[in-house]
């Protein structure tokens, strides 16, 4: 149904009005929609910045899942505006937290006001409520910040109740004073009205605007009266000089712009000059990170905010001094406005693919970025946009090195590999994704039997496949071609639309890549070299800390420049430790996120010194962005995104961490040297801590292992440590425990991959018990067998177990697997099976080790009411891999394992001599770096 205000206008009349005498000047205009062709966008008398923005029955209509709006081109920008026009929100879409749409006045992406109708999260009721707020200079609600904040001088139904596919009247006003908003019915009963005086710094002048995020809204009978008028530049013309150094005579032409040169065979950034620039930069140097959900604010923000007493400027004029003498030159992902053109250079973020995701997904956004479908054919246009939206007034600053198009977009679809194909296939048929997925199978297959030769399938047509695509590790040569040529599809698409709509809105600086998620597909690596100037992946890879060597990441980076051709910037990396607090002395736990987890501050800075003179010295890296300014807050950032750990060159309350800040000022000033010569620091291992001379574990001096056995019954008692079993039951101990305290259970467990799929069994039952004395010490030795009964696939195994006097642990080791099972199977891995129940219960437990620390393997359940733990590690770090984990359900994962990939036929047998593991138990006093060195040398 159309709802009317007034009659209807004639297209788009707009009058100009001019008094010579006193120069005074007034635009009108009215737009009712109705003159447009169906389903065009509405240009170019608006201009939409996302690409749902159609006209529909005389309306123009959004239906996006993306904030967006429609700027009223036409309409100059002005110090005095009054705008109004019909808004319906017909319904929610996607799963943007706050859904909206309404009036804005905008002067550019980071100044702007808005008049909308909303609707609070789930979390929150979701309330529909009225919002009349400001973006200045990036920051949200300005209107409510200390230095921007400004008097409510109205505030009448702001909680007003309004109603899905209901129209109201939206009017928005600014003059010389201040702003005001209403919200009222068509027959102009007031519903709402907002304002805000002009008494501090605001967003002053604009041009009209439609808006939209997470919703279906139509938008009609607009109209707006422009008075003053203001000049906005779609291309920012002046900029402070330059004052960003590099080193040496120009080694390339003086552009004026950042660049990327060889020379004596090395890669190097280039300044505005042409001097040689090695990028060393720090990311999220930002006055308002990070935020906390469960505080409802960010804590580091507060701080700070407190500390330079609400001057941002005077916050950005410290952490420029000290990058600068820390010797950093860049600020990388996601700084604070407040410190970019003034003595490092930055970089940008564009998000192109993340921000398509939303609503025109192939893979799904879940809790990360998702990833674009490419083939849709709003693809192009949506880059055109953004490009046009972001690049085109940045594309003047000597300031800015570059753009990154996104950041970990999921190339690896839902399958964990690189493959985006079984993801196109689960599309529905007309899906663009999934049409050229069957173009692709089709050109590749002649014939059906082709297909199902190589899939394994038996389809009768082609015209059958759809959602069949299934992965596995056993795949034909030509189904990987088919999964490596459906990932080129969409490589060369992604790079080769991005490229074109950066370069046609911004011809003058560098295109970053997309900051691959660790590890990068093989089949793109060509596609991106054509289209990149620099290539970024985000890395957090294992240091040694005892020789510096960096694991496994310098022959992925030679092998990314081979194939690419292009330099490389890693732009994310770190090395949290577990000794860090938050600004109230609450322990960060370094729990989530990425890498290496080590004990203190000291084997921190060592693991980023590493790190970081690997990359100066290698000729084919040309700088890093270290990940990041300032610590995550303790209790996590939020449900979805839960990071807590010890990122920061600086604690939430603002003060550096001295040893990693003191080696970055050593290190950095010394990069140019490293990156010319090839040739890194000496190593110095980090000084071992000095409780390493202690470990609470109890033991017990006197002790002897005492020994009670009866058939398969067997009950053994060292002193501190008790382990039980009882029947036949598969599990070896059912109960470990110290003293009267239980500690959990521990059994065998395989890891077999059949036809059927990847499971994980347990031994039905225990068929001998075998206890020998060498020494002082008992030695068990345990069968087990699995039958043919329930799931997975018949086998024996043998297990040993050597308990020593009145100490806090027992050796565990793998003697044999062999197959009882006529059909063939592999052995992935085997597994020591730890389930726990600290104090009697699993209620409680917790992992206590993160899961990527330093040394390795350990793994350890904890409940600190009881205080007690129960855990296992190894003699060396590479015997098997170790991590206790829960699920979202509550459910344990006690995976401590050995990869072994032996593929299996009846009578064959692992025999070959398995490391010992080392189980313990006690109570919850040591830090696990001490706990570890004490319980190898007492096993040893």
């Not at 009222?184 to 002048?205: H, Q």
Request: proline share 6%; hydrophobic share 40%; charged share 20%.
């Amino acid at each position: 149904m159309r709802h009317r205000t007034r009659p209807q206008a004639p297209f788009l009349a707009m009058m100009l009005m001019m008094t010579m005498a006193s120069v005074a000047f007034a635009w009108q205009g009215t737009d009712n929609f109705d003159a447009y062709p169906a389903d065009s966008f509405g240009e170019p008398i608006w201009s939409p910045t996302g690409v749902e923005w159609a006209i529909h029955d005389g309306r123009y209509v959004v239906d996006d899942n993306w904030k967006s709006y429609a700027v009223w081109q036409a309409a100059p920008a002005g110090r005095r505006v009054h705008f109004e026009a019909t808004v319906t929100i017909e319904k929610r879409v996607g799963e943007t937290d706050w859904p909206m749409a309404g009036l804005a006045l905008r002067f550019d992406n980071d100044n702007y006001w808005h008049l909308t109708l909303v609707e609070s999260p789930e979390k929150n009721g979701k309330r529909h409520f009225v919002e009349l707020a400001e973006m200045h200079n990036g920051v949200w609600l300005a209107q409510t910040q200390n230095k921007t904040r400004l008097t409510n001088t109205a505030h009448k139904g702001g909680g007003f109740n309004w109603q899905y596919d209901h129209p109201y009247r939206l009017v928005l006003a600014v003059d010389e004073q201040g702003i005001r908003g209403t919200v009222s019915e068509l027959d102009g009963t007031l519903c709402a009205e907002i304002a805000y005086r002009f008494d501090g710094e605001a967003v002053t002048s604009g041009r009209p605007a439609l808006a939209a995020n997470g919703t279906r809204s139509a938008f009609d009978d607009a109209s707006a009266t422009v008075e003053q008028p203001v000049q906005i530049d779609a291309v920012v013309t002046e900029y402070p000089p330059c004052t960003v150094q590099g080193q040496g005579e120009p080694i390339a032409p003086a552009t004026g712009f950042f660049g990327v040169a060889q020379h004596e065979g090395k890669w190097w950034l280039t300044t505005p000059k042409g001097q040689r620039f090695f990028n060393l930069g720090v990311d999220h140097t930002n006055y308002r990170t990070h935020w906390c959900e469960k505080l409802g604010y960010a804590p580091y923000h507060r701080f700070v905010e407190k500390k330079y007493a609400g001057d941002e400027d005077a916050w950005a004029q410290a952490t420029l001094e000290r990058l600068e003498a820390w010797g950093f030159n860049t600020v990388g992902a996601n700084p604070s406005k407040s410190v970019l053109h003034k003595a490092v250079a930055h970089m940008d973020f564009l998000a192109f693919g993340t921000n398509f995701a939303w609503s025109h997904p192939l893979v799904p956004r879940g809790t990360w970025t998702g990833f674009p479908n490419v083939f849709d054919p709003r693809w192009e246009r949506w880059c055109d946009l953004q490009a046009k939206l972001h690049c085109t007034p940045q594309k003047n600053d000597p300031w800015l090195i570059g753009y990154f198009i996104d950041n970990e977009l999921q190339w690896y679809g839902k399958d964990g590999r690189w493959s985006l194909l079984a993801w196109a296939m689960s599309l529905p048929a007309d899906n663009p994704a999934r049409s050229a997925a069957m173009k692709m199978l089709r050109e590749h297959h002649a014939s059906v039997d082709s297909f199902n030769q190589a899939w394994g399938t038996s389809l009768k047509s082609l015209d059958e496949l759809g959602g069949t695509i299934e992965l596995s590790k056993a795949m034909s040569e030509a189904a990987e071609r088919d999964v490596d040529a459906y990932v080129r599809m969409c490589a060369e698409r992604y790079f080769a639309v991005s490229f074109a709509a950066i370069r046609k809105a911004d011809p003058n600086h560098m295109i970053f890549g997309c900051r691959f998620a660790g590890q990068t597909p093989d089949p793109v690596l060509d596609i991106a070299g054509q289209y990149v100037d620099v290539f970024t992946i985000n890395n957090y890879p294992r240091v040694d800390l005892q020789t510096g060597e960096v694991e496994g990441v310098e022959e992925q980076w030679a092998e990314i420049h081979r194939r690419t051709g292009r330099p490389i910037v890693i732009t994310e990396w770190s090395f949290p430790a577990l000794d860090a607090v938050d600004s109230t002395g609450r322990p960060l736990p370094s729990v989530h996120g990425a890498g290496m987890r080590v004990d203190n501050q000291v084997q921190r800075a060592a693991a980023t010194r590493a790190m970081a003179q690997l990359m100066m010295k290698l000729p084919y890296m040309v700088g890093f962005n270290y990940f990041m300014w300032a610590d995550e807050p303790a209790l996590g950032i939020s449900s979805t995104f839960p990071e807590d750990s010890n990122y920061g060159l600086v604690s939430e309350s603002d003060e550096p961490y001295g040893p990693i800040t003191q080696m970055f000022t050593e290190l950095n000033h010394k990069a140019y040297d490293i990156h010319a010569s090839g040739v890194a620091p000496a190593w110095t291992p980090p000084a071992e801590p000095a409780s390493d001379a202690h470990v609470a574990l109890a033991t017990k001096a006197d002790a002897s292992v005492q020994v009670q056995q009866q058939g398969l019954d067997l009950t053994i008692d060292n002193g501190v440590l008790k382990l039980q079993r009882q029947g036949e039951v598969g599990l070896a101990w059912q109960r470990v425990s110290i003293g009267d305290q239980l500690l959990g259970e521990f059994g065998p467990m395989m890891h077999q991959q059949t036809a059927a799929g990847d499971q994980w069994v347990m031994p039905q039952r225990v068929t001998d018990v075998k206890v020998e004395r060498q020494g002082d010490d008992a030695v068990v030795t345990m069968s087990f067998d699995r039958g043919q009964s329930g799931h997975g696939f018949m086998f024996q195994c043998v297990w040993q177990f050597v308990i020593s006097p009145g100490q806090p642990y027992f050796t565990a080791r793998c003697v044999s697997i062999t197959s009882t099972d006529e059909r063939p199977w592999t052995l992935v891995s085997y597994y020591h099976r730890m389930p726990s129940k600290l104090g009697g219960s699993a209620a409680g437990d917790k992992p206590r080790v993160p899961t990527n620390y330093y040394l390795k393997p350990l793994a350890i359940w904890c409940d600190e009411k009881v205080n007690l733990q129960y855990g296992i590690t190894g003699f060396d770090a590479d015997d098997f891999r170790a991590y206790f984990w829960l699920n979202e359900h509550g459910s344990q994962h006690a995976d401590a394992f050995r990869e072994v990939n032996l593929p299996m036929t009846a009578g064959k047998t692992l025999d070959a001599e398995q490391p010992a593991a080392i189980v313990f138990g006690g109570a919850l006093e040591t830090s696990p770096g001490v706990l570890i060195r004490r319980l190898r040398a007492m096993a040893r």
